[in-house]
């Protein structure tokens, strides 16, 4: 097992490297028996990066996604026939669903403080966001409640969107549905409990991110505890970690460092102009 997190000036050639040792893994490999996963943060990049790919020779049988296509990936292999893939919420489908729910807990007086709004244009949306917040920070409904209770100066509204979450949750898991952001919870604990999910992994990159979310860290930890060999790439400069354009991504880069437990590397500048 190899892990390295490199860092480099944007231009500097660190997707031509992760390139490299693409097409320098499947020349050593059969790609059927050990794969070669990249990740890349939109689909828009994994359509530059495949493109760039063909330019520099082609690689076929390679998997470039994005994070939330590799989740649905690991639920497909980790599907079990007693135990159904939960299904994926569309975004319209969920705003009416937390609509319906806020109206339902409103009829039962459980929720007062945000009664006169729950009908209001848009209620459902704000809330869906910050769902999906809650979701993408890996904070559980449970662990928020728990949070709150041991707060005796606890807001009335924060207590009431606790609830709403707690609910919404609870009606994804009767119901067989996961959102985008549940997906990847139930992704990572695939991984946990099955250690033979993507156990052949030859390669995993993980290129062009600037900031990485803890449920994206959590499946990453546990792919690259997996993989022969994962790099990482991201932009910065480590002469100058003051600068104000790169505060993100040093925080990005202490992630990522305490998830893999891994130090950083300076990318060496390349030989030859990037392609």
Not at 141 to 147: D, F, I
Not at 148 to 177: C, F, K, M, N, S
């Amino acid at each position: 097992m190899s892990i390295k997190i490199l860092v480099a000036p944007a231009g500097s050639g660190k997707t031509a490297h992760v390139i490299d040792r693409v097409q320098s893994t499947m020349a050593r490999q059969q790609p059927t028996l050990s794969p070669v996963r990249v990740i890349v943060p939109d689909h828009l990049k994994a359509e530059a990066f495949r493109r760039r790919l063909a330019e520099a020779g082609g690689g076929i049988g390679i998997q470039v996604q994005t994070f939330y296509d590799l989740y649905a990936d690991i639920l497909t292999l980790a599907q079990n026939p007693a135990a159904p893939m939960p299904v994926r919420l569309p975004p319209a489908v969920r705003r009416r669903l937390i609509y319906r729910l806020v109206a339902q807990l409103v009829d039962a007086g459980q929720v007062i403080y945000y009664a006169p709004l729950h009908a209001a244009p848009g209620f459902a949306r704000l809330l869906a966001d910050l769902f999906e917040e809650l979701k993408r920070a890996r904070i559980f409904p449970e662990a928020l409640a728990a949070a709150l209770a041991d707060d005796t100066g606890v807001e009335p509204r924060l207590i009431e969107l606790a609830q709403l979450y707690a609910a919404y949750q609870a009606y994804l898991i009767e119901a067989g549905w996961a959102d985008t952001e549940g997906q990847g919870w139930l992704a990572a604990i695939a991984l946990e409990e099955s250690a033979a999910l993507l156990a052949d992994l030859a390669l995993l990159v993980v290129d062009g991110f600037d900031e990485f979310n803890p449920t994206q860290l959590a499946v990453l930890r546990l792919l690259a505890e997996r993989a022969a060999e994962t790099t990482v790439t991201l932009t910065g400069d480590l002469q100058r970690p003051d600068r104000l354009a790169h505060r993100r991504l040093a925080r990005a880069r202490t992630a990522l460092v305490e998830a893999l437990d891994v130090e950083i590397t300076p990318l060496s500048p390349s030989p030859s102009p990037p392609v």
